[in-house]
């Protein structure tokens, strides 16, 4: 099995500022990590897949970047809407999915 | 996003069996362009990948649940279905349907991702 480790698991930020979220996978991956954002109450949201390609409607404020088993998703300029937890997920080992425990994003 | 949505029992005794429905709105599940998961999050919790099913009715499992987990698919009814046996407690959280979308790489292994989630269900094991 593929473990995938996040970190933090909390991050605090303020608005406008620039914020990097941390993924590891237990084993190389190549670029086959996506990442999800989820606000309380809610389902996921698709947020990056491939390790940095946005889906159409997705802020170009979130950018991801990495490759093997180290990973980042980047927020900058954060904005109120952006508070949320992220989760990243491997799809290396298809058709076995795993996500990350997650990293909660609040306001400092 | 395709809008999908779960439907089912929110309270299922411990040892019985936990059934949702997820219905597929905006296009034919049987297109074969997509295939369908379920993914659970027990409260406060992270993500956890269930299964899969594909068009012509094939699954992959989580090993965690394959012992105990039926995911199927009914074209006519444009639906997708779960059944867990032998709940317990640690069975409860939310259930997500989600379609898996799949994008072909320059090189290598197509990337698959969940595009489209359900607002989920909300399944509590108890008696």
């Known amino acids: 099995d593929i473990q995938m480790t996040q970190s933090p698991s909390s991050l605090s930020a303020s608005v406008g500022d620039r914020v990097t979220l941390t993924c590891r996978a237990s084993?190389?991956?190549?670029?086959?990590l996506n990442w999800y954002q989820q606000k309380p109450g809610k389902a996921p949201k698709l947020l990056i897949y491939?390790?940095?390609s946005l889906p159409s409607g997705v802020p170009s404020r979130f950018s991801g970047s990495g490759s093997g088993t180290d990973f980042t998703l980047t927020i900058s300029n954060v904005q109120p809407e952006d508070f949320a937890t992220y989760y990243c997920?491997?799809?290396?080992?298809?058709?076995?999915?795993?996500f990350g425990q997650g990293t909660n994003l609040d306001v400092k | 996003q395709v809008p999908l949505q779960e439907s089912g029992p929110g309270l299922v005794k411990p040892s019985e069996t936990l059934s949702l429905t997820c219905n597929v709105s905006?296009?034919?599940?049987?297109?074969?362009?997509?295939?369908w998961g379920w993914i659970r999050q027990p409260p406060g919790k992270g993500l956890e990948w269930i299964g899969t099913?594909?068009?012509?009715?094939?699954?992959s499992y989580n090993p965690s649940f394959e012992s105990r987990v039926i995911i199927s698919v009914d074209t006519a009814k444009n639906q997708i279905s779960l059944k867990l046996t032998s709940v317990t407690a640690a069975d409860t959280g939310v259930y997500y349907c989600?379609?898996?979308?799949?994008?072909?790489?320059?090189?290598?292994?197509?990337?698959?991702?969940?595009?489209?989630w359900g607002q989920g269900s909300l399944v509590i094991v108890s008696s």
């Open positions: 084993q190389r991956i190549a670029t086959y």
């Open positions: 905006g296009g034919s599940i049987s297109s074969g362009t997509y295939s």
């Open positions: 491939a390790t940095s």
């Open positions: 997920q491997q799809s290396y080992s298809t058709p076995q999915y795993t």
């Open positions: 099913v594909y068009h012509g009715g094939s699954t």
């Open positions: 989600a379609r898996r979308t799949n994008i072909a790489m320059i090189v290598g292994l197509p990337v698959f991702f969940f595009d489209s």
